[in-house]
Structure formats: structure tokens, C-alpha cells
């Protein structure tokens, strides 16, 4: 079996009062893209918020590379290489294309070049030099990623990315995560668009009141669809 590079047991979290996760248990394995599917408010953004320090308190464990991360501050559990892509994408508006790009530092060795960003993302090129406002969703969101990229992670937390897109760019964004799987990435994605997910994903993790209910791989998709159905409308 290969590594396991995210290790998560029984992880409770709360924001203030509120107990959002209960008990969660998930494992990612080196060069695995996992994906996290279920309802608005299930507790799939607020485990990838979890992992990265982000939520208020948390219980259980969160390994990442062997490292228990559980009372880590955010900027540690990054300096582990981790990447977090969240929904809002936080392009900054008065920065240029680059600027933005260029704005997250390194934190550890083997990130992408700004040249092979490029040629992975050529729109991401001819704008380089525009303001972050000027940039379309597909855009925005291809540099929210290509920032990632830049630092250094190998475990990226991606989440909802294809939300609001066209399907042209949807299907650049599942082009790049194929690319990055290749390069040896390992990938978490929040997805509510489930085809977009579907063919990507080596394995599933299905929540509901931040939980894990079901989990399966690639070849029991068929099998499940039933289920996922009854969980999400699909």
C-alpha cells in the first residue's frame, strides 16, 4: 500500500458553539485524488478548513506525513506542504495577475516555475499583466491555483473549484488535475458538481452531518450511484 499522506481520526471541530464535525475519519495516500462529496452544510469546506488549522477548536487527530497536526497554527501545517485553494479564491484586485501569483511565499522545495505555470495555464500568461479584477471566474480560479503551486505543496486542498464556470474551463480544470496527479500531486476536492468529480476521483468519501457515511473507490462508482442519489440528487 503506498503512503498515507493525510491521516484523519475521529476529528471533531467547532466554530464557536457550533459542533460542525463529528468524529470524522478519512485517509488520502501519496498521489491519490480523493474527493469529498455531499450537501451544503455536511462539513466537507470545514474538514478541509480543519486540516489546515482554520476552524476554531479541534479535537481528534490530523496527520499529515506522519506528523500529528492537531494543535498546529496554520502557517506550520502549510510549512508541511500543504496547499489550500478555498471557495472565495482571495485574488486580490489591485495586484496584477502575477503580482498575485507571485504573492504566497515558498515553503518548500520543487514548487512550479512561473514558466511551467505558464505553459499549464496559457490564459494565466497573456494576463499577466492585467489587475485581478480584470480576470474572468476561469481566470481567477486557475491562478488560485497556480499560487498553490508556486509554494511548493504536494498535498492540495481544493475546494469547490468549478463552481460558477463554464464548461469549457471545467474541463481545463479537470485536464490540470489529471496533469498534477501525473506529476505526483495528491489531491482533496470539494466538489458539488459531481461529473466533474466522477472521473477524477480514485476514491469518494461521502459526509452528511459532518460525518463520513460511505466511502468507496472509482470501480464501485456504479454500484453507488443509488446511494448517491438518496445523499446528494444526483
Request: aromatic share 6%.
Amino acid at each position: 500500500m503506498t503512503n498515507e499522506i493525510l491521516h484523519i481520526k475521529d476529528l471533531h471541530a467547532w466554530y464557536g458553539e457550533s459542533h460542525i464535525l463529528h468524529g470524522v475519519n478519512l485517509t488520502v495516500r501519496q498521489g491519490e485524488v480523493v474527493t469529498l462529496l455531499g450537501r451544503n452544510g455536511a462539513g466537507r469546506t470545514t474538514t478541509m478548513r480543519a486540516i489546515v488549522g482554520l476552524t476554531g477548536t479541534r479535537k481528534g487527530s490530523i496527520k499529515i506525513n506522519g506528523v500529528e497536526t492537531i494543535k498546529l497554527a496554520p502557517h506550520k501545517v502549510a510549512h508541511l506542504g500543504v496547499g489550500y485553494c478555498p471557495e472565495e479564491r482571495g485574488i486580490f484586485a489591485s495586484l496584477t495577475a502575477e503580482e498575485n501569483l507571485m504573492l504566497p511565499p515558498t515553503i518548500a522545495a520543487g514548487g512550479m516555475s512561473v514558466e511551467e505555470i505558464y505553459q499549464m495555464f496559457p490564459n494565466l500568461k497573456e494576463r499577466a499583466a492585467s489587475p485581478g479584477t480584470r480576470l474572468s471566474g476561469g481566470e481567477q480560479q486557475m491562478l488560485a491555483v497556480a499560487r498553490i503551486l508556486r509554494t511548493g505543496a504536494r498535498l492540495l486542498l481544493l475546494d469547490e473549484i468549478s463552481e460558477g464556470l463554464a464548461p469549457v474551463i471545467v474541463q481545463k480544470l479537470a485536464e490540470m488535475i489529471l496533469t498534477l496527479k501525473a506529476k505526483g500531486y495528491t489531491i482533496v476536492l470539494v466538489e458539488q458538481n459531481f461529473r466533474f468529480a466522477a472521473p477524477l476521483a480514485d476514491r469518494f468519501y461521502v459526509m452528511e452531518h459532518g460525518t463520513i457515511v460511505k466511502q468507496f473507490a472509482q470501480h464501485e462508482l456504479q454500484d453507488n450511484l443509488g446511494m448517491l442519489q438518496e445523499y446528494l440528487g444526483v
